[in-house]
């Protein structure tokens, strides 16, 4: 098994809104935000955040078996489908 050392505050400040400081949120959080603002009635922002929901997961659906990460893609693979799921909803809406 291969072991790999992360920089200190990796998981927690890259992607974390405010995880140790002054950091961006990650793109996850404000996709997920423009699905909120899509069904509070945005439906352009919706369309689009489903879209880049949808690539963003769909490379996390490709990550896993180039990294040999089999065990949890069911997550990601579920994220995807309910990304794909909201952008047919908001582009059938309009």
Same mark, same amino acid.
Do not use: E, K
């Given at each position: ?43 352009? +922002? ?8 949808? +690539? ?21 693979? +579920? ?16």
């Amino acid at each position: 098994m291969t072991v790999v050392n992360y920089p200190a505050g990796f998981a927690t400040g890259s992607l974390a809104c405010g995880g140790g400081g002054a950091q961006p949120c990650g793109p996850d959080r404000v996709l997920a935000a423009g699905l909120l603002a899509g069904f509070a009635g945005v439906l352009w +922002l919706g369309f689009a955040a489903g879209v880049g929901l949808s +690539l963003f997961s769909a490379g996390a659906v490709t990550a896993h078996p180039r990294a040999h990460v089999l065990y949890d893609i069911a997550f990601p693979g +579920l994220y995807l489908l309910l990304a794909v799921a909201a952008t047919a909803y908001f582009a059938g809406r309009t």
